[in-house]
T-cell receptor
Framework: NAGVMQNPRHLVRRRGQEARLRCSPM?????VYWYRQLPEEGLKFMVY????????ESGMPKERFSAEFPKEGPSILRIQQVVRGDSAAYFC???????????FGPGTRLTVL | GQNIDQPTEMTATEGAIVQINCTYQ??????LFWYQQHAGEAPTFLSY????GLEEKGRFSSFLSRSKGYSYLLLKELQMKDSASYLC????????????FGRGTSLIVHP
């Protein structure tokens, strides 16, 4: 039973480009969460999605960031016009039910030059 | 919302026992999670407590006191590979039950 998959594992972008981060939840999980982690800091919640619905995006920056979890395919976190401050590790997690244990993917490390 | 407080860093000796504390303030309690995160890797689930008391799982145990808003993670027979960050998290009481994570306790195990 494959765990949570994320790709790419490492992503390098120049300022102003777009970054697309993908997450495939654990089989059977329909709840997906995105977190950002800066060096030496804790995990910061960004957005919680179920299939085709954004449930809670209270942690998402108002501009340039968007997320989706289509009926088919992985969840996508999109960052438009990246800036250096977007450099971080982005983790995706999934759970079976909303308050259940979250299982994390290996993360995507975004570096903005 | 939640306020989660845990020590920033701890050191311990291989073979010893270490206790990592976590205090939280929440308007509604929905359990408490502990995760382990090695440098550069994803957090991995260790334990989930929803009732008061101690839950033992091999070398790791987790304790919860809801009345005191307090939990600890106990690691016995420390090994070098236990050097990692330990994250305490508790879901919010709002509709989405999103876990709020503490900043983590960096544990350094030395010979």
């Amino acid at each position: 039973n494959a765990g949570v998959m994320q790709n790419p594992r490492h992503l390098v972008r120049r300022r102003g480009q777009e970054a697309r981060l993908r997450c495939s939840p654990m089989k059977g999980h329909s709840h997906v969460y995105w977190y950002r982690q800066l060096p030496e800091e804790g995990l910061k919640f960004m957005v919680y999605l179920q299939k085709e619905n954004i449930i809670d995006e209270s942690g998402m920056p108002k501009e340039r960031f968007s997320a989706e979890f289509p009926k088919e395919g992985p969840s996508i976190l999109r960052i438009q016009q990246v800036v250096r401050g977007d450099s971080a590790a982005y983790f995706c997690a999934s759970s079976d039910e909303v308050a259940d244990t979250q299982y994390f993917g290996p993360g995507t490390r975004l570096t903005v030059l | 919302g939640q306020n989660i407080d845990q020590p920033t860093e701890m050191t311990a000796t291989e073979g010893a026992i270490v206790q990592i504390n976590c205090t939280y303030q929440t308007s509604g309690f929905n359990g408490l999670f502990w995760y382990q995160q090695h440098a550069g890797e994803a957090p991995t689930f260790l334990s989930y407590n929803v009732l008061d008391g101690l839950e033992e799982k091999g070398r790791f145990s987790s304790f919860l006191s809801r009345s005191k808003g307090y939990s600890y993670l106990l690691l016995k027979e420390l090994q070098m590979k236990d050097s990692a960050s330990y994250l305490c998290a508790t879901p919010s009481s709002g509709g989405s039950y999103i876990p709020t994570f503490g900043r983590g306790t960096s544990l350094i195990v030395h010979p």
